[in-house]
């Protein structure tokens, strides 16, 4: 057994059983259920700031002072409350897994959240420096990002409660002929109740407590840390390692990875826009699109750029041909023609560029952006299939889309060398199957 079998025989049952963890896909699903809103909330807020000279007071001229109104209130109504949404998606998913009613029981999710959501907030009224606190209202704070990993937490804990109500047989049965809404709104009375009920203890206890709540506990001990650690170039680093390792062996990488990583990407792509909404100083330099529109360009392992040096270096039929085929699903970050027809996929010379272009453009990227030359992504959340360069456009300016074209151009001169040697490798196999043809006919 070679190296290469041995390394695999110990990688792969762990990347699959993280990929098929049923907390981590419930998870990566709720947050698929809230992606739509998310990206139409940040488009819209993009469009309230556009990093475009004189735009404001060409707006301003046109529809008024008050013109942003307009793209705020979808962004208020979509990226500002995107805990709620994660919660439903999450405690939809995980309750699908269990076979049960996902409707109801992510209903039940939610106001358990709610129910660990003090329904107070401090205001400071403008022009004043005076803070009041004011009663009876839901608190956007932690309803938002900052409110995200209570609101995960929540969706997961109130629905294995209710799974194991559901379990012990403690649910009212309707007779035969009960329409079925009102068979299943009766079948979840007693495990919401006692959800509820356990949810209530909790921050009944919390008040005691320090913290008063546990969104406080939660956003101190687990939340800041694990942002902080995020939102750190060896994080991001040994992130894209993993996730072109596992495409080595044929299992989508982002997938794994994101399944742990996305939530604190998303959080603190969150914060970024926030701060570009109130046009202040960005926070963080990693974000979901500091990974997906920079350090993947072209998909996972910076593809594009081998499509790339596929049609205008190689000269076998083989990568002609792959390249033919991979170039336009690459210009919008799809690359899996390439990574299973060249292939990349348990090919030893490939694999170095396919580990180190990713590590090499995240070191480009936060050196421009935390040195000041290219700004920050602004945390509008775009599709991950996103051409490059307007990606680039859209979340850091021309400076991001000139970044891009730069990434585009390293990673192709990283992957050169590497496809010359498969290029000719596949040549001389070409050659080989012509001549064994031509001697058949000639027999």
């Not at 926030?274 to 593809?303: D, N, R």
Request: hydrophobic share 50%.
């Amino acid at each position: 057994m070679s190296k290469m079998d041995k390394f695999e025989d110990k990688v792969m049952p762990v990347a699959d059983k993280i990929a098929n963890n049923r907390y981590l896909c419930a998870i990566r699903d709720g947050f698929m259920l809230a992606m739509p809103l998310l990206i139409i909330g940040a488009m819209f807020l993009l469009f309230s700031a556009l990093p475009i000279p004189g735009y404001e007071n060409f707006m301003a001229g046109i529809f008024g002072a008050n013109w942003a109104d307009f793209f705020l209130v979808p962004y208020h109504a979509t990226m500002a409350i995107m805990t709620l949404f994660v919660v439903l998606g999450i405690s939809n998913s995980l309750s699908e897994h269990y076979e049960q009613d996902g409707i109801s029981t992510a209903v039940i999710a939610l106001v358990c959240f709610f129910v660990l959501t003090p329904f107070t907030t401090n205001f400071t009224p403008k022009g004043s420096s005076a803070i009041y606190k004011v009663d009876s209202v839901i608190p956007m704070e932690w309803i938002g990002s900052k409110g995200l990993f209570v609101g995960m937490l929540t969706a997961i804990f109130a629905t294995e409660i209710v799974k194991s109500v559901y379990k012990k047989g403690w649910k009212i049965t309707m007779p035969k002929g009960v329409p079925p809404a009102v068979s299943k709104a009766f079948s979840a009375l007693i495990p919401g109740a006692i959800a509820i009920s356990v949810f209530g203890i909790v921050r009944l206890i919390f008040c005691y407590t320090p913290f008063h709540t546990v969104h406080n506990l939660i956003f101190t001990i687990l939340q800041v840390p694990l942002t902080s650690l995020g939102d750190s170039l060896g994080a991001t680093i040994i992130a894209n390692f993993f996730v072109s390792l596992f495409w080595l062996f044929g299992i989508s990488g982002a997938d794994v990875v994101e399944a742990v990583m996305n939530p604190i990407w998303l959080a603190l792509s969150a914060d970024n826009l926030a701060a570009y909404s109130k046009g202040v100083a960005l926070p963080h330099v990693v974000t979901q699109q500091f990974v997906q529109i920079y350090t993947w360009v072209g998909g996972s392992g910076c593809t594009l750029a081998l499509c790339i040096a596929l049609l205008t270096v190689c000269k076998s039929q083989q990568c002609k041909k792959i390249g033919q085929l991979g170039i336009l699903p690459g210009l919008f970050n799809i690359n899996e023609p390439v990574t299973f027809g060249l292939p990349i996929v348990l090919n030893p010379i490939l694999a170095i560029p396919f580990i180190a272009t990713p590590i090499v453009e995240s070191i480009i990227t936060y050196v421009c952006m935390a040195g000041g030359i290219v700004p920050a992504p602004n945390g509008v959340i775009i599709p991950w299939t996103t051409p490059v360069i307007i990606g680039g456009l859209f979340v850091s300016g021309w400076q991001g889309a000139v970044l891009q074209a730069i990434e585009l151009v390293i990673a192709f001169l990283i992957y050169l060398p590497f496809i010359k040697i498969v290029d000719r490798q596949y040549c001389e196999q070409e050659k080989t199957a012509n001549q064994a043809e031509g001697a058949q006919e000639n027999a």
